[in-house]
């Protein structure tokens, strides 16, 4: 079965940079594409942007400039890095398997003013 | 970006209804659109993908439809365990996008 699990800290400074882990068992991550999508408070949805089974990555371009998706296939994990916080990137941080058939259960992540 | 405008925002329904709720895709996507529920503390859960394909484990009662640039995901009598949130998304085209979600609400 495959299974998701993000995992990082809830909160972060405004400025500083958000890492989240993605562990992922059942599935090796050198097949398929593996992403990161999050939701706000309110309901909207973005995604953020993917690495791929070659380590080939593609980001939203609103968040090209901050956003970096890296991986270790030798743990079978993939991370989140965006950098310069804000509030505005308070929001619940999912990571999922291309077609969204699998998903983590979520990182709630709060940026204070 | 594809903007993906699902509609309504919110529906008061009632167990044993049939619902749809309907996403208007900006420009063409094929079919290259699922729907996702989610209900709150969960993790969404895919229902249909490539637009008419039922997901694995999905109700039979939940059905996806394509008739042009709109997507259409029909719930046929409704069961308490269906209301949540629904939520499309085109992936036909970078970045992929979501529409802006459906709350259905018991009556």
């Known amino acids: 079965e495959v299974q998701l699990q993000e995992s990082g800290p809830g909160l972060v400074k405004p400025s500083q940079s958000l890492s989240l882990t993605c562990s992922v068992t059942g599935y090796s991550i050198t097949s398929n594409y593996w992403g990161w999508i999050r939701k706000f408070p309110g309901n909207k949805m973005e995604w953020m942007g993917y690495i791929s089974y070659s380590g080939s990555t593609s980001y939203n371009p609103s968040l090209k400039s901050r956003i970096s998706i890296t991986r270790d296939t030798s743990k079978n994990q993939f991370f989140l890095q965006l950098n310069s916080v804000t509030t505005e990137d308070t929001a619940t941080y999912y990571c999922?398997?291309?077609?969204?058939?699998?998903w983590g259960q979520g990182v709630m992540v709060t940026v204070p003013s | 970006d594809i903007q993906m405008t699902q509609s309504p925002s919110s529906m008061s329904v009632s167990l044993g209804d049939t619902v749809t709720i309907t996403c208007r895709a900006s420009q063409d996507v094929g079919i290259y659109v699922n729907w996702f529920q989610q209900k709150p503390g969960k993790s969404p859960r895919r229902m249909i993908y490539?637009?008419?394909n039922l997901a694995d484990g999905v109700p039979s009662r939940f059905s996806g439809s394509r008739s042009g640039s709109d997507y259409s995901l029909t719930i046929s009598s409704l069961e308490s365990e269906d209301v949540a949130d629904y939520h499309c998304?085109?992936?036909?085209?970078?970045?992929?996008?979501f529409g802006a979600g459906t709350k259905l609400e018991l009556k």
């Open positions: 490539r637009a008419t």
């Open positions: 999922a398997k291309e077609g969204g058939a699998y």
């Open positions: 998304l085109q992936y036909d085209e970078y970045p992929p996008t």
